[in-house]
């Protein structure tokens, strides 16, 4: 039996620090230990992107991480999208698009393309469909979810002009 | 998941330690396999050894004579995010593009790929192809292993107790050189090969001086022909040649029937990848894009 580790992690721009096994995912250490329900458990093993965060700048399926890992590594999840009560360009663009129904993808296509416009202001429809092909939905259908995406870039890159 | 023990040692001696102390003990790369298999019960080491505190598995750099020297955990976004590998070696920026999504590929290595020794692996063939030597270090020291020898069965490589992959050398193209990898799935993305083909080309003078073909998905490890590439050393670079080099593909494959695809399907899909895959490898090694 191994025992808890501890690791000292900073989340959303926070120090956070918690307890885990070493076979408990970062997900798992998200959701029960920091209270951090927004990413999401679907399939557990890599191919739904539910439980996709950002992990030092790169998207990542945080059910295929183990807690220990984040270890000294800057985590983002969508809790720290928003400023306060202001929505991030993208949380609004997906209400004003009707970009989503049950609501439970929708954390993962957040991050995902959070760190696409951090990467590029500019992408290409075709790019942003490869580029969230890690992540399914199931009830809104995707285009809904892209147009939403090409309008949040479209007002990021106004106000940066 | 079952319990286990987590190091994450931070040099290549450290962790040969670790792993001759700890028979079963498994290297974290991406854990894009490991972890699923262990979620799964199909693995279960006491011991996971992080591969990403050590400097030499992480390290990317090109050596004089252009050849490239790609640490064991290096992921996927890393390759394609390197101007330098971008340059020269595309067809590597290719396969770590098309390996699972961006969220796996900001975790998967290219040596867990081929430390995972999968018949489907999508770098694999490619590496193979471009003559990848693998740099191996366990307690009775070093060696090299030649990327066509490093799967020996589904699920198993060549390491021997203790050792580990520290890098992968890939040898700089040589002028008039072209590789692609190419493989086919029902989706567009995120999907297992039913069958791939990785190529390498030199041309001189419009006529095939050299080319190494492999295959992924259709034998129990991934495949090198060697007939392939004799079938068109000293022919004219056409996808006359080209289609040659296909039927030798189709002839050397063994594969199986599963969901994916029967014997028939899959052996046809050798042709046809490995025809394209030389017809856009020549297109490179000749700048026409
Ligand atoms: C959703 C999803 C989609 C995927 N899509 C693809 C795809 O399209 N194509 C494809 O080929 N694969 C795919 N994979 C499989 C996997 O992502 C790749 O094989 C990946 O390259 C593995 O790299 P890793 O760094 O994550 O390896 P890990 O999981 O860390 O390691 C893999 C294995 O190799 C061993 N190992 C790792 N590094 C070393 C080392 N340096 N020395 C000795 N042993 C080592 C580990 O112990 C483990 O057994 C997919 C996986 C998922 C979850
Ligand atoms: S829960 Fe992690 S990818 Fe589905």
């Known amino acids: 039996m191994s025992s808890n580790v501890r690791v000292s992690t900073t989340v959303n721009g926070e120090p956070a620090e918690f307890l885990c096994e070493p076979r408990e995912s970062l997900l798992e250490c998200l959701r029960d230990k920091l209270n951090l329900t927004g990413a999401k458990e679907g399939c557990n093993d890599g191919n739904c992107g539910a439980c996709t965060v950002e992990m030092d700048g790169r998207i990542v399926t945080s059910c295929l991480v183990l807690g220990v890992e984040a270890q000294g590594a800057s985590i983002g999840t969508v809790e720290g999208l928003a400023r306060g009560s202001a929505l991030h360009p993208l949380q609004t663009a997906f209400l004003e698009q009707a970009a989503l129904q049950c609501g439970i993808c929708t954390p993962g296509f957040l991050v995902a393309a959070k760190a696409l416009l951090d990467h590029e202001p500019d992408p290409s429809e075709d790019r942003i469909r490869f580029w969230l092909a890690t992540t399914l939905g199931r009830c809104t259908g995707y285009d809904k979810i892209i147009r939403a995406v090409q309008q949040a870039a479209r007002e990021m890159r106004e106000v940066k002009a | ?289």
Not at chain 2, 94 to 107: C, D, H, P, W
Not at chain 2, 258 to 267: A, K, N, Q, S
Request: hydrophobic share 50%; net charge neutral; with cysteine.
């Open chain 2, 1 to 289: 998941m079952h319990s286990f023990d987590y190091a994450a040692p931070d040099s290549v001696s450290a962790a040969v330690s670790l792993l001759a102390a700890n028979p079963g003990a498994r290297l974290l790369a991406g854990g894009t396999d490991l972890i699923v298999q262990m979620r799964a019960h199909r693995r279960e080491p006491g011991l996971v050894v992080d591969a990403k505190r050590i400097p030499e598995l992480s390290a990317l750099t090109f050596d004089s004579g252009g050849g490239l020297t790609l640490g064991a955990a290096v992921a996927c976004w890393r390759i394609y995010g390197d101007a330098q590998v971008r340059a020269v070696f595309p067809s590597l920026v290719e396969v770590a593009s098309l390996i699972g999504g961006t969220a796996i590929q900001g975790r998967a290595s290219i040596g867990g790929n081929l430390c995972n020794a999968a018949p489907s692996a999508d770098a694999t063939p490619l590496l193979i192809a471009l003559g990848a030597t693998c740099r191996v270090v366990g307690p009775a020291g070093e060696r090299a292993i030649a990327a066509e020898d490093f799967c020996v069965a589904p699920g198993r490589n060549a390491l021997a107790d203790g050792e580990l992959l520290v890098s992968i050398h890939i040898p700089a193209p040589r002028p008039g050189s072209g590789a692609h990898y190419l493989r086919f799935i029902p989706r567009n993305e995120m999907d297992i090969a039913v069958a791939g083909a990785g190529v390498s080309l030199t041309i001189a003078d419009g006529v095939v001086t050299a080319a190494r073909v492999a295959l992924a998905s259709v034998a129990p490890t991934p495949l090198l022909v060697p007939e392939a590439g004799q079938a068109i050393a000293g022919k004219p670079a056409t996808e006359e040649t080209f289609a040659l080099a296909g039927e030798a593909a189709k002839a050397a494959a063994k594969p199986i029937t599963d969901m994916r695809g029967t014997i028939e399907y899959r052996r046809h899909l050798c042709a046809v990848l490995t025809r394209r895959a030389l017809t856009a490898a020549a297109r490179q090694a000749q700048g026409v894009h």
